[in-house]
T-cell receptor, first 112, second 112 residues
Framework: SQQGEEDPQALSIQEGENATMNCSYKTSINNLQWYRQNSGRGLVHLILIRSNEREKHSGRLRVTLDTSKKSSSLLITASRAADTASYFC????????????WGAGTKLIIKP | NAGVTQTPKFRVLKTGQSMTLLCAQDMNHEYMYWYRQDPGMGLRLIHY???????AKGEVPDGYNVSRLKKQNFLLGLESAAPSQTSVYFC???????????FGDGTRLSIL
């Protein structure tokens, strides 16, 4: 069963523009994480936001969490060609017993 | 610092053959995971381990076995490969609960 669902499934923008991806989930969580996956590579951790946090920043990344709506967003500002990748959210459910539940991802393409 | 290393990177098997995928981590992490990634879907957890000598079933364990005889290694076995097991397999390690996971670059497995 999928806990997290990303929206949109695919996003294509011009270099320099901002990119926003959303993640929705179904049950109560301890934390939510965002990962990036470049083509043919493993996933790389970007940001972890805990259930008692509302916003977190890391460089050009901004993540928000709204536990009342069971949703999160990832904003990448001033996008670069190197940001082209798939982005996944993963939730750590309170009752999950160590397991992360992953969304299907958003494929982001940055056009030069 | 190599992080998480998976071998082999690619493999083609015939239906009914067996093989073992190896995952090694050099970060002294307690937790290790095996996932499979299929097109259009999020990562699905096959098996995981919370310490040397312990393993547990994930979301899709059927047809797979695992062993964690040494803390740094986590082996995934396919006893009798089936075409439905064609996938990309990822190993990940984690320092402890609610921490970021570190991924290898995957093993691309095709079952003919």
């Amino acid at each position: 069963s999928q806990q997290g669902e990303e929206d949109p499934q695919a996003l294509s923008i011009q270099e320099g523009e901002n990119a926003t991806m959303n993640c929705s989930y179904k049950t109560s969580i301890n934390n939510l994480q965002w990962y990036r996956q470049n083509s043919g590579r493993g996933l790389v951790h970007l940001i972890l936001i805990r259930s008692n946090e509302r916003e977190k920043h890391s460089g050009r990344l901004r993540v928000t969490l709204d536990t009342s709506k069971k949703s999160s967003s990832l904003l990448i500002t001033a996008s670069r060609a190197a940001d082209t990748a798939s982005y996944f959210c993963a939730t750590d459910r309170i009752d999950s017993n160590y397991q992360l539940i992953w969304g299907a991802g958003t494929k982001l393409i940055i056009k030069p | 610092n190599a992080g998480v290393t998976q071998t082999p990177k690619f493999r083609v098997l015939k239906t009914g053959q067996s093989m073992t995928l190896l995952c090694a981590q050099d970060m002294n992490h307690e937790y290790m995971y095996w996932y499979r990634q299929d097109p259009g879907m999020g990562l699905r957890l096959i098996h995981y381990s919370v310490g040397e000598g312990t393993t547990a079933k994930g979301e899709v364990p059927d047809g797979y076995n695992v062993s964690r005889l040494k803390k740094q290694n986590f082996l995934l076995g396919l006893e009798s490969a089936a075409p439905s097991q064609t996938s990309v397999y990822f190993c990940a390690s984690e320092q402890g609960a609610n921490q970021p996971q570190h991924f290898g670059d995957g093993t691309r497995l095709s079952i003919l």
